[in-house]
């Protein structure tokens, strides 16, 4: 990004859910670490560059510990001979004050989700590079274009109109093509990185570097916008962004505009990510090959279950059907049977299921043999978000000369309330259908929140668009998608996108780091569905 073409300021998100509990368990282990190091071995390599280049650099990778980075930085810059002022954002570690704010015992982590303001304060007080903890993934491109356009709190509008270029950014080449529905439409064997040239009025251009993979389309960027978030509303702690307004247009050849984006006054909450350990966990996968799949399955699993003395809390059996009949190759021949268990005891999930895997081996079923040997077991994490009242949070921005700067929490909030459903399009016209994959009418994107997912599905035309809003309900993806058939699944409809988005709460259980299931970030959840077959409009096909 630094030698591809013009650019004034980069960002670099680094904080997953995911992220913030290894960052955790590397501060146990040191407290001098809880920072995403792979930035500070980006920056041995680039920091003369972006001197030189006069670009400046705003990241959240100093996650737990954005002091210590902040040094390591100065540190960095000091060995190489460069002029460098760093400004760092604080307040969203409340672990200090976990009990004083009525945060439950045995946490990790906790951290509120800032916004943007106090990035905006470092870099009007001539910071080169502003490292933050926890932020929200917008703050990172809002903070810079309210510290250039010098707007106010009460900028509703162009604050909403940045977030949501911040959300386009936030992953990356996932708005040139990477991980994209139609991704054989395009060369994404290198796709580039997205650029957001934003306007004074929030409205902005999101385009990538020339020469670089990938592809910038209306397509490419709505797969993004839809990409973990919910409703029409899009919270966050300076303004809430309204996506049912956002209206997107080619403007020529990887070039998307971004324009009307409305905004309303951010909650009067912040949103605070809570790290803990759920206790271990442990798998084991079993080969089954040939005939009788599903009669070796059952013998095995009746077998290990009476071997485990005690039992874990939690057996999970998972038969993935990877065989096929009159293979040419054993592998092809062969299914795959996950146990995973789970326990607060780690005896209970390592030695005990060690012993009960390897002792049937020679008394169980024939061909019996696992992928590899179960390990000692693994702490797994647990991911919850709480809410918390703004004037609780001390948001702080540290100058590059050491001065602290209070941020305010927003003077004037509005309660978040689930905006009533537009009305569908027209249907279109009875006609003859076709059995067909989903996918072949519609592109989809998928994602975690904790322990609820959200899947997004848009239609490539508008009668695509007319089909899709009346085809696809809560009952008929609880059909598609039997996992979901037990849990709570709400649908909003964005015309202006021509998408629905689902979000189906529990799907994930405690959130990634418990590894609730086979994917347990939901990433190809909207793949699974693409895949399914149903009836479709032969004209549409």
Not at 95 to 104: H, I, K, N, S, V
Not at 406 to 423: G, N, S, Y
């Amino acid at each position: 990004m630094l030698t591809g073409g013009a650019l004034d300021v980069l960002t670099g998100d680094y904080l997953a859910e995911l992220t913030m509990l290894i960052l955790a368990r590397d501060r146990l282990k040191d407290p001098r670490l809880g920072y995403a190091k792979t930035f500070l071995r980006q920056m041995e390599e680039c920091l003369g560059l972006a001197h030189e280049t006069g670009v400046r650099i705003v990241v959240n990778a100093g996650g737990l510990n954005p002091g210590r980075l902040a040094e390591a930085l100065h540190e960095l810059a000091d060995e190489r001979g460069i002029p460098l002022r760093v400004g760092r954002v604080t307040g969203d570690d409340l672990l200090p004050r976990a009990a004083e704010l009525g945060l439950p015992e045995g946490l990790l982590a906790a951290n509120a989700y800032l916004g943007a303001f106090g990035i905006a304060e470092c870099l009007r007080g001539g910071a080169d590079l502003v490292v933050t903890g926890r932020v929200t993934d917008a703050a990172l491109v809002v903070g810079p274009a309210v510290a250039h356009f010098g707007w106010r709190p009460q900028d509703l509008d162009a604050l909403a109109g940045a977030v949501v270029a911040g959300h386009v950014l936030e992953c990356g080449a996932q708005a040139t093509g990477g991980n994209y529905a139609f991704f054989h439409e395009h060369d994404v064997r290198r796709p580039g990185f997205p650029i957001a040239e934003i306007e004074a009025d929030g409205s902005s251009v999101i385009t990538k570097h020339p020469g670089t993979g990938g592809a910038v389309t209306v397509e490419t960027v709505t797969a993004q916008l839809l990409y973990e978030t919910d409703g029409a509303r899009y919270a966050g702690p300076d303004v809430t962004a309204r996506l049912d307004t956002v209206r997107l247009r080619q403007d020529g050849p990887d070039r998307v505009g971004i324009s009307g984006v409305r905004g309303e006054e951010p909650p009067p909450t912040v949103k605070v990510g809570l790290n803990r350990l759920g206790g271990w966990r442990n798998e084991v996968v079993f080969v089954l090959t040939g005939l009788d799949i599903e009669a070796k399955s059952a013998l095995l699993q009746e077998q290990l279950e009476q071997a485990f003395d005690p039992r874990p809390a939690e057996l999970r059996w998972t038969l993935a059907r990877t065989d096929h009949p009159d293979a040419d190759a054993e592998e092809t021949a062969s299914a795959l049977l996950r146990l995973t268990v789970r326990d607060a005891d780690q005896h209970r999930v390592g030695r005990a299921l060690s012993s009960a895997a390897v002792e049937l081996g020679l008394a169980s079923y024939p061909g019996f043999h696992l992928t590899a040997p179960p390990g000692p077991g693994a702490p797994y994490g647990v991911f919850e978000a709480v809410h918390l009242d703004a004037h609780t949070i001390t948001h702080t921005a540290v100058l590059p000369d050491g001065t602290g700067v209070p941020v305010p929490p927003p003077t004037v909030t509005r309660e978040l309330r689930v905006l009533e459903q537009p009305l569908p399009p027209e249907p279109l016209e009875p006609g003859p259908t076709r059995r067909a994959p989903l996918g072949q009418l519609v592109g989809a994107r998928s994602g975690d929140k904790g322990g609820n997912a959200n899947l997004g599905v848009w239609a490539r035309s508008e009668p695509g668009w007319r089909w899709l809003a009346h085809t696809l309900t809560v009952d008929l993806l609880r059909r598609l998608l039997p996992e979901t058939a037990d849990l709570a699944v709400t649908r909003h409809l964005l015309p202006n996108l021509r998408a629905v988005n689902f979000t189906i709460e529990g799907l994930l259980g405690a959130g990634v780091a418990a590894q609730a299931r086979f994917d347990p970030q939901a990433k190809a959840l909207g793949e699974w569905l693409r895949a399914r077959h149903l009836d479709v409009p032969e004209e549409l096909l």
